[in-house]
Each structure stands twice: as C-alpha cells, then as structure tokens.
C-alpha cells in the first residue's frame, strides 16, 4: 500500500425518541438522503453507517423506500451497518443490564431488517470508561471508535495513531478505530468539498473520519465530497475500506488502555472558560443539577424495575420505557438538542414516569414516605409517593425538586437553569428588604439578581414524624441580613396535595420588617399552553395577563395546563401578593421557554419574639369544566381525557 492513504468512511445520524416529523424530515432531506443516494451512485465508496434506533423506525415507517435501498447497500456489501445503544445512551452513565439491552435490542433491529449481525459499535461523543470493553466484546461487537485526543491521553503519538489498538478489560479483546477530528460532530466540509483543517491526503497512514456538512447547501456539499473522494481514488492516492475488512489483513494490533473520556469538542460545550481535553462524560453530571437529576431518576427507576417479579411482560416494557429515556439528548450539552431542550428532558420525564407507574401493582397504591439518598449527593432526600403525585423534597433548602403527575407523565418541577449556581425548585424560601421593587424579584427570578437572604442553598435541620407522613426542617438564626428570623416548615403529602406549613419567628433583639417569599417555578410545555387564574378555574377565576403578572391580596392561584388537560393549584391561608415571570435560556440556535417562576410575596413585620405561620397547598388533578369556557369546553375535555388516558400517557411532541 506504499503511497496510498487508507481510509475508512464513517457517518452517524440520529433522530431523538420522541421528535417530531418535522425534525426527522430536515434530517432525512438535507442530510442522509443525499449521503447515502451518493453511495449508491459511487459503488466503489464502502461507508461505515451508524443510524440510532428511532432513526431506523421513522425511516422504515415513513421512507419505506430509502430503508429497502440500505438494505440494497448491505447486501452488496458497500455499507457495514454500525451497532449500538438502540436509544443512542451515553454507555458509561447507564447501569450493566442496560448497556447490554439496549446493544442488543440495535443489534436485533439490524440483524431483523437487513439480514447482518453488526461487527461493530458506534459510541456517542466517544464516550468511553474501560469497562465498556467486555460490554462490547460480550455483546459481539469486535472494534469501535475514539477521537484521536483520546489515543493521545494514552499515551499513543505519532505514526503510531495511523491505525487501529486493541484494548482489554477482563481478559476481554475491542479493536479501536482512531477518528480524525471530532466524534460526535465530525470533521467540518463547506460546500466546496474542503475541510476546516487539513486534506486527508496530506497524512500518511490510516484515516478514519465521520464527516460532517456545513453550509446552506449540504446536499452540495456532500456531492462535492464524494467527487474529492472519487478522484483520490483514480489518482491512486486513497483506498477506500470498511472497518471490518481491514481488521481482517491489519495483522497484530498493538494493545492500549484509554482513560475514562469523551471527545474534547464535545467536553467543551461545558462552557466555563477553559479548555477541555478527554474529560470524563460523568462530568456533566457535576456541572448540570438538571442531568443529576435525570440520571438519579434513571437509576431509582432501574431499581424498581429490578425489584418486578412473577410478570416477565410488565419488567419488559417497563424496562423499554426507562431505555428511551436514556438517550445522550437528555444529559449533556451539544450543538442541537440537548438538555436545554425541554421537549427533550420532558420525553425522558415522561418516559421514566411511565416506566414507574408500570412497576406499580394494579388497584390501590398506598401513599408512603421514603428517606433514601435519591440523588447520590451522600446525604438523604425524602420522597413523598401517592397514587398520583410525587413530591421529592431536599433538606439542602428544604426545597422540592421533583414533582411528578403520573396519570400525566409529567414533572413539574423539569426546569432548566443556565446559572449552574441556581436551581430552580419549589419552596425556596427568600427574606428580602420590604421595600423590594419588582425589577429586583425579576432579577431574583432569573437568578442574576442577589438581595436578602437566599435560603435555597442553606442546609435545614430534618427530622421525620413517620406516624403523621410528614418531614419537618428548621432553619435556625444565623449571622447576615435577616439572619434573626428562624424558620419553621412542614411538607405532607395528602391525597395528592403538598401541604406545606411554615412558621417564622424573629430571635432578633429589634423588630424586624421584610418580605418573606417562597419562590417556586412550574414547568409547562411551552408559553401558549397554560394560563394563569386568580381564583379557582372550576368556579371562574379571573384570568390573568400572559406575560408578566403582578396581581395584590390573592389567596388562591391555578394553572390551566391545556397541554396535559390538568390544573395545578396553590394557595395559602394567608394573603400574598403575586408577582410572576416567565423563564427562557439558550437552547441551540434559539431562546426556549423552560418554566413561569411564582413569587408568592408577603409583607412582614415582627417584634423580637413573635411568629407568623401560614399554610401553603400546592396541587395537581385533571381539569373539569368550568363556566369561563365555551359551550363545547366539556365535548373537548371529553375527547382530551379518551386520548391522555391514565393508561396511555401521550407521546412527547403530540
């Protein structure tokens, strides 16, 4: 092979569980159509071809005929069809049972459809912990690939990264491909066919790339791409090959050990102003609450699962639930959908949610209390379950971070936060100067703004009445602004209501006057799918203004949740104020609604001593009809709860 450059052709695409066909078509036009309609015309240009499993399914359901003409290039051996996770998961954050499951359900798909068992495995970011080696090789995968940064973290330099490494774990053997460029996004062309870097005629060796196009015409792109392609070939300055195919007259492969890593241009969307190189992937679990959470909800619901017995069917679908909610979307940040993407971490919510419920037994659940370390910080959270809520509380705050509707498969509290410092939960308690305007409370909302004294991030003391179901948390005095005032509060959880009762008491010396708030936000599909009532909605409550609200002496505020045909409710035993504003962050090219922050304001003033107390009652229950909607309201909710059915929750997106 003296003077030829051998090169291996990779492509990945991916369509999210749960997207919209309008998603899948702008995949499918402007991408894979034209990549792939170019091989078939270039019969001697063999490609490595990774599709995630949702991608396969919408393309077999809608593209009938572009799924057979893969199958054409299978057979005639042009294309060698990539495996792995069918829900395209990061491996290392998933349990054992599930890396395997999920490689084999792809694995199945692929060997069903188009008659081969895949060889190999396609890594998403090239996320890799060593461990993933036995994995593999017990699954039948023989090679997989990692970004040439990662071969450098081993160790590997020079003409040695010009080809493929074995690595062992256990006494178990993967091949490893090095890529050029980058995992998940790939080497960058233009529509003139150039790429962002170098030539891969200008290096010697073994080339393995997985390219992608940029520009307002890919499909030119593409073609420009396979003509460079093709005229290196007739110059007899590449040859082209498939990764099984070379592995067979590789001869020896060296053998290497990588570090746990991912790929460096996917480790730099955790955007703190350094550079990253091969960082972990469970580092995004570090910087993102939102991905802990997710991730701590993944492995609670993996362990019920587990706990099943007796009904083989229920564990089985339950278990296909908990995988769609595991995809890479839903846990980091990339250059599309991501975890700033609500309708992404509202599928993998609803999925969990529903895997839940299925590991429910029929007929009456009984309400309980749980002290369990839920989100693997160390120390204990307290989980509230009833037949329809879940109310997760955290002592850091005293705070409620999840809150789930199951007949809905919904968590309310599924927010995003581009402040990592900030946390959008319920209940978190706010002692601000009484003379507090409503720019500051804007501020405050969006976490940019600092007045007071911020309880959110302050630990409370716990303790557990297990005869009454109830948690209770005290803060006590402390140096700083306010710190005079002790606070007292209760969760509950009754019939589906979170009962919240709180207590200040000023231990200071001098009277103290504030504004005592208890900051909550509530996530809904979007902006237009939810209004906001003073007052019940069953009875007619006053609607309020659709973009930021400030409304006086309220007792009582619900939500008409249209989206999922449901209402959410607070109210208090005492007067507040209210003040409401609406949260967006960045989530890839465009600012996404992520949840309404409610500040529910009370203006206090206590003598050294004294107390005030309230009651708080927060809410979930399907809407009914009510006198503010139209003669045909009742009609619709009638066809909304055949369609939302407890037992069919909704489709993300639908």
Known sequence: MSGKISVILGYHDHLPAGAKDDEFEEIYSSRLKPFVTMLNGNPGVPAALHLSGPLLERLKQKKPEFFLLIGDLVTRKQIELLGGGFYEPLLPLLPLTDKIGQIELLTTYIRRHFGKKPQGCYLPFGAWEQSLTGVLSSCGMTYTFLGEDQFRASGIEGEEIRSPWITEDQGKLVAVFPVTGSIGSGESWDSGGRRADS??????????FFPRFTGNNAETAIGNFFEKLVEGMKEKKLEMSLPGKFLKTAGPLKRAYFPSSADSGFMSQIDDGRKFSCLQPRRFLMTYSEANNLYSKMYFTHTLINQLRGDKARKKTAREELWKAQSADAFCRTAGRDIACSTVRK???????????????????????????????GEAEYLFQDKNVNCY???????????????????YLDTFSPHRSFRRYAFMDRLIDPGVSPEVLESLARGTGNSGRFCGRELYEASVNRQRGMVLLRLAAAAGPFGGIEIEKSYRLEKNVVVVSYTLTNRAETETAFCFASQFDLSFADSEHFSVYAGAVSQGGTALPKNAVSAKGLKTVEVSDTKNNAVVGFSSEEPFDLYLFHITSRAGDFEAYQSSCFFPLFRLGLAPGKSWSTVFRLSVSLEKSSPRKNPDAAAEAVQRERKLSPEEPPKAGA
Request: glycine fraction near 6%.
């Open 199 to 208: 030539s891969p005629a200008s290096r010697t060796g073994l080339v393995t």
């Open 347 to 377: 599928y993998a919510y609803r999925s969990l949610i529903s895997a839940e419920r299925i590991t429910r037994e029929k007929g009456n659940f009984a309400p309980s209390l749980l002290t369990f370390d839920f989100d693997l910080d």
């Open 393 to 411: 509380v955290k002592a850091e705050g005293a705070s409620v971070f999840e809150l789930d509707y199951l007949p809905r498969g919904w968590n």
